[in-house]
């Protein structure tokens, strides 16, 4: 039950941090493409108390942890993230981000906040 959790935690930190991308390479697509490095921050639940994951925006579409994770982050920013039940969203800004995310995915309800900083 524990490692669901963690699982849970680690995926949910990987597609907020692909989410939270800005332009790394002249042929980036969006201003937010690119590595970021994403921790979330349990404050609700019985989940793990933090994680932190490296995930990668391309073309404004999150990538990281396998297929698992879907969303996408907007022109101005915006984060809309989907990882195997969990949902995160929030903004980015420059080289940095934060949100909130919240995650049943494991049969225990969990939510929290995620802060994304440039690689």
Same mark, same amino acid.
């Given at each position: 039950? *524990?490692?669901?959790?963690? *699982?849970?935690?680690?995926?949910?930190? !990987?597609?907020?941090?692909? @989410? !939270?991308?800005?332009?790394?390479?002249?042929?980036?697509?969006?201003?937010?493409?690119?590595?970021?490095?994403?921790?979330?921050?349990?404050?609700?639940?019985?989940?793990?108390?933090?994680?932190?994951?490296?995930?990668?925006?391309?073309?404004?579409?999150?990538?990281? !942890?396998?297929?698992?994770?879907?969303? &996408?982050?907007?022109?101005?920013?915006?984060?809309?993230?989907?990882? *195997?039940?969990?949902?995160? /969203?929030?903004? @980015?800004?420059? /080289?940095?981000?934060?949100?909130?995310? /919240? &995650?049943?995915?494991?049969?225990?309800?969990?939510?929290?906040?995620?802060?994304?900083? *440039?690689?």
């Amino acid at each position: 039950m *524990r490692s669901d959790r963690v *699982r849970a935690l680690t995926f949910i930190a !990987a597609a907020i941090s692909g @989410l !939270a991308i800005s332009t790394i390479s002249a042929g980036a697509q969006t201003p937010y493409d690119g590595l970021w490095n994403v921790t979330i921050v349990t404050k609700a639940g019985s989940c793990e108390p933090t994680a932190s994951s490296i995930v990668t925006v391309s073309d404004g579409k999150v990538s990281g !942890a396998g297929d698992a994770i879907t969303g &996408s982050v907007g022109r101005e920013g915006a984060v809309r993230v989907s990882i *195997r039940g969990a949902y995160a /969203n929030g903004q @980015l800004s420059g /080289n940095a981000g934060s949100g909130k995310w /919240n &995650s049943a995915s494991t049969g225990v309800p969990c939510s929290g906040r995620w802060e994304a900083s *440039r690689q």
